[in-house]
């Protein structure tokens, strides 16, 4: 194996020898595969494991000095995946705490593949990580306990029921005491034992334990941790590309030999998704693309205007047409007979995920052997990507899963953009590695953005004051038709542009929601909570709305539509009590509330914001969630208090827009994300429960929206519905 | 062209407009220092020029070629180690890559203003874009690195 430079995470594929090290086997692994497949979810047999040089090492190794490095299923991006993982592992494994390593391992999906989706393939995202993990990796750590016991049972010849395990330590009421490494080898040469005992979670240690601190951290405040932008090769050289100014376009011609001339640069290279410049340093390579000419052909671009396209799916809106995907009742019938009415046109925008690290990807193909290193939320579906561009065998990839510099659900393209365009430099360079680093306005203006939607919602109040009909229509482009993923269409629907509208917890009784899906050449992604992102913000405002028509307090409103939603009940009156709800407030401010399900997880949001001369902040947000059995309470935390201030900035600030089909957006003063001075006081309240745990990464976001502008128009009496809100209202 | 960097000289044929960032990053390999933005936006490239934080991804390196560098791997002294220290037991970073530039914003900022309110907090710290939106957390570290540096000039 070619060593990385110092710095780089070495990959274990090929290099570890047994000796040394213990792991979960590849047997459990697969054999129990089948047990966990989640109730219901659709099922495709895993593919049979690519060659593994060490089946050994598939969860967890213990090295030599002691440490145990316990080998994650998902990409770390900042939301604390690995040491969610690692906390199920050392919990199990009665570990010490600060002798864990986190790794992120990829490249076959018997091992890593996500459970939570049906275990086939390997995915970080959906805030799946620990519902996929919950079993696996306590099972992987329960299983290395249970051999180093028994391990040590058989060199102390005492009854292995009376081998202590805590704190990496093995000891015996006999005074004899070891540590992990020295009963690796032997644990390692033992059969795997039958039945598999875990915790009772009286005895957890770890789970549940907020004053666990993530070992990523230290690293993180002294320049050390490793990006893809911070890989070190030996000759290592950076493409940036010359990307089409409007979606759709092609190259017509440039100027390769003056960009040739130019210091440091080593190639000009035409790939599928654009001209690449191949320099050795950044800015010599961006200097090259600057001096390429490019001349593009427009004529099957997408040249529309986002404001032609809002005009054009307002009307979409208002026709009544689309799919109908959801119906309970009459709808229509119940909303024409009713005498209190809510007509509401929502807009919303494209977004931008606008990931601190702008995109990049490193490719190196040597001798029929392809080296990926990136932020890799895909890793299989990229390794199949890349195995083809590079003409070699999907084994031949090896994947190194970095630690991405923010993600958001950007690095997870069913079109592969960066790594395509990664892999097709690394084959036009034989033995070169490539990083294709793309620029903030090449981040930015690159597309892939939480697509723009209309929401038509007709609701009304019967006689009795409850909600009585729900008409909602939904316009606006699928993330998944046209791409890779289009077979995850269910009879042509794409239901992450739906989430949280047709599964809406509350009680009412003729409920109808359509979806038209728009033809449009801007490519879009799921974007931190996907459709959540905009169905929450239509579903909480139209129901505070409805509140309001029926003269009751918004919260009591929602409280008295959940009766069969206990547990959207629960977070809602937690928030609504710790936030004083119907206390009186300083004048000035003003509150408002949310509740939305995502992603398995309960949260509600009870927003407080001062209003003076027009201009709006948000002085305090209190949460209350319910994501299961807390396993890092203090990272549940962490996400919520990010989640608040990237909805914030989105509710805000946040709009990608288009003029003639140029993106009129390209760096951080034109798409404004929050600041320090705009981030409010967070609160949150953890819900105590014994239920699995679910995701943590998007939940608290889709509630944050609605909960502002909830408490906006109780300030001013007004409803916006057209995001973003602006600084004034 | 001649370059000191975190009291180190180095010798560098380099294009003068190379930005600072690239230089260290690209030339040096030192790369704790963050590509953002490019356009001086979000303060992942934070270094200090003479002690003075600045934005070396829009600074040109020959217009630092007479100054003192101090880059993340080079911060040192109490109010870099305070606000380390803070950030560790508070877990602040995310995904962590701002946060090269979050401290050497807030170190630079305690080193001035050893009881920093939140109107200062927000001050020295508002040009630092965290997309993880790590504020509050930045926020009570930086407090709590006052406090403890304020407990050691007391003790």
């Avoid at chain 1, 089946?55 to 770390?76: K, N």
């Avoid at chain 1, 028994?150 to 990496?168: F, I, L, Q, T």
């Avoid at chain 2, 930005?19 to 390999?29: A, C, E, K, Y």
Wanted: charged content about 20%.
């Amino acid at each position: 194996m070619r060593s990385p430079a110092p710095g780089i995470p070495a990959r274990p594929q090929g290099s570890l020898s047994r000796r040394g090290f213990i792991a979960a086997s590849a047997a459990v692994a697969g054999g129990l595969v089948v047990g966990f497949r989640t109730a219901g979810a659709e099922a495709p047999p895993a593919p049979a494991p690519p060659p593994t040089p060490n089946p050994f090492d598939a969860y967890l190794r213990i090295g030599a000095d002691g440490r145990v490095t316990v080998l994650s299923a998902h990409m770390e991006g900042g939301q604390g995946v690995g040491t969610g993982v690692a906390t199920l592992v050392a919990e199990e494994l009665g570990a010490d705490w600060n002798s864990i390593d986190i790794e992120a391992a990829a490249g076959n999906p018997v091992y890593y593949g996500n459970m939570a989706m049906g275990g086939a393939f390997q995915l970080t995202g959906g805030s799946t990580a620990m519902s996929s993990s919950w079993h696996r990796y306590r099972q992987a750590g329960a299983l290395a306990r249970q051999l180093l016991v028994a391990a040590a049972a058989e060199a102390w010849n005492v009854p292995a029921d009376e081998v202590r395990v805590a704190k990496g330590v093995l000891s015996h009421a006999s005074g004899r005491r070891g540590t992990f490494v020295d009963f690796v080898e032997r644990a390692a040469a033992l059969p795997l034992p039958e039945d598999l005992k875990l915790k009772d979670p009286a005895d957890w240690r770890y789970i549940g334990n907020a004053g666990l601190r993530r070992p990523d951290t230290a690293a993180k405040t002294t320049g050390a941790q490793d990006y893809t932008i911070d890989v070190r090769l030996p000759g290592l050289k950076t493409a940036v590309l010359a990307r089409p100014p409007k979606f759709g376009a092609t190259v017509k011609a440039f100027d390769a030999a003056a960009v040739r001339r130019l210091p440091g640069v080593v190639d000009v290279i035409e790939t599928p998704r654009g001209v690449a410049v191949v320099a050795d340093t950044y800015w010599q390579a961006l200097k090259g693309r600057d001096a390429l000419g490019v001349e593009w052909d427009e004529s099957r671009a997408e040249t529309r205007s986002t404001g032609d396209l809002f005009a054009a799916y307002r009307k979409q809106a208002a026709d009544g047409e689309g799919i109908p995907i959801h119906g309970l009742g009459d709808a229509s019938a119940a909303f024409a007979a009713a005498d209190h009415r809510v007509e509401a046109l929502l807009e919303f925008p494209y977004l931008a995920h606008a990931a601190m690290e702008p995109l990049n990807a490193v490719a190196w193909l040597d001798d029929g052997r392809l080296e990926l290193w990136g932020g890799l939320q895909m890793p299989d579906h990229y390794q199949a990507v890349a195995a083809e561009i590079a003409g070699v065998a999907p084994g031949n990839v090896v994947l190194h899963m970095m630690t991405a510099g923010g993600f958001f659900g950007r690095r997870a393209t069913p079109d592969s953009d960066v790594i395509v365009e990664a892999v097709s430099l690394a084959k036009a360079l034989p033995g070169v590695p490539v990083r294709v680093q793309w620029s903030r306005e090449d981040d930015m203006t690159g597309g892939r953005y939480r697509p723009m939607y209309v929401h038509s919602v007709h609701a009304a109040l019967g006689a009795d004051g409850r909600v009585s009909a729900w008409k909602h229509h939904v316009v606006g482009q699928s993330i998944l038709k046209g791409t890779a993923f289009e077979a995850f269409l269910e009879n042509g629907i794409d239901a992450t542009v739906v989430e949280g509208i047709d599964d809406m917890p509350y009680a009412i009784p003729n409920l109808a929601v359509r979806l038209t899906m728009t033809d449009v050449g801007v490519p879009v992604l799921w974007w931190r909570s996907v459709g959540h992102t905009h169905t929450a913000f239509a579903v909480e405002t139209v129901m505070d709305d409805l509140a309001r028509l029926a003269g009751r307090d918004p919260v009591e409103f929602r409280l008295a539509h959940l009766d069969k939603s206990p547990r959207h009940r629960r977070v809602l009156e937690l928030a609504a009590d710790k936030a004083g709800w119907g206390t009186p407030l300083p004048a000035g401010r003003h509150r408002g509330a949310a509740v939305h399900r995502s992603f398995g997880t309960y949260v509600a949001q009870v927003a407080e914001v001062s209003v003076a001369d027009g201009e709006w902040r948000v002085e305090r947000v209190v949460c209350a969630v319910d994501c299961g059995i807390a396993v890092n309470p203090d990272i549940i935390r962490a996400q919520v208090e990010g989640s608040v201030g990237f909805a914030l900035g989105a509710i805000a600030h946040g709009a990608i827009t288009l003029t003639g089909g140029a993106v009129d957006q390209d760096n951080y003063d034109s798409f404004r994300i929050l600041r320090m001075n705009e981030m409010p006081a967070v609160e949150v309240h953890i819900v105590d429960s014994a239920e699995p745990p679910t995701g943590i990464g998007e939940p608290g976001v889709p509630p944050l929206g609605p909960a502002v502008a909830n408490a906006l128009t109780s300030a001013t009496g007004k409803r916006q519905r057209v995001l973003p809100l602006g600084a004034r209202v | 062209m001649q370059l000191s960097v975190n009291g180190k000289t180095h010798e560098l044929d380099v294009a003068p407009d190379t930005p600072l960032l690239w230089v260290l990053r690209d030339h040096l390999h030192m790369t704790g220092t963050k590509f953002g933005c490019g356009k001086a936006q979000c303060g992942a490239c934070t270094v200090y020029v003479n002690g003075a934080p600045a934005r070396s991804c829009m600074l040109p390196a020959a217009g630092a070629a007479s100054a003192e560098i101090t880059t993340i791997e080079g911060l040192r002294g109490p109010a870099a180690d305070a606000v380390r220290r803070a950030w560790t037991t508070l877990d602040v970073p995310q995904c962590g890559y701002c946060q090269s530039g979050q401290v050497m914003a807030a170190a630079e900022l305690l080193e001035r203003n050893p009881a920093p309110t939140d109107a200062d907090i927000d001050t020295a710290m508002s040009g630092n874009l965290c997309r993880c939106a790590t504020y509050a957390r930045i926020r009570r570290a930086i407090h709590q690195a006052a406090g403890e540096l304020e407990a050691g000039r007391n003790a």
